[in-house]
């Protein structure tokens, strides 16, 4: 699975793990923990759309 994410895709895992944890860590910062699994789950997104457009034939589409 890791493989087909690419580096973006788990950059997205690590940002998502990291938001989880910061929101179980204490809840005054609840609002750092949310924007850090928010910016997650759109990169590990976009890492699997990548992936499957690739496999399409349709790699590059969100190369910036």
């Known amino acids: 699975m890791l493989g087909k994410l690419g580096t973006?895709?788990?950059?997205?895992?690590l940002l998502l793990v990291g938001g989880l944890a910061v929101i179980a860590y204490t809840a005054p910062?609840?609002?750092?923990?949310?924007?850090?699994?928010?910016?997650g789950l759109?990169?590990?997104?976009?890492?699997l759309m990548s992936g499957l457009l690739e496999s399409f034939?349709?790699?590059?589409?969100?190369?910036?």
């Not at 910062?29 to 910016?39: E, F, H, K, R, T």
């Open 42 to 47: 759109l990169l590990v997104a976009k890492g």
């Open 8 to 13: 973006t895709g788990i950059a997205g895992v």
């Open 29 to 39: 910062i609840v609002a750092l923990g949310m924007a850090l699994v928010l910016v």
């Open 57 to 64: 034939g349709m790699g590059g589409m969100f190369e910036f």
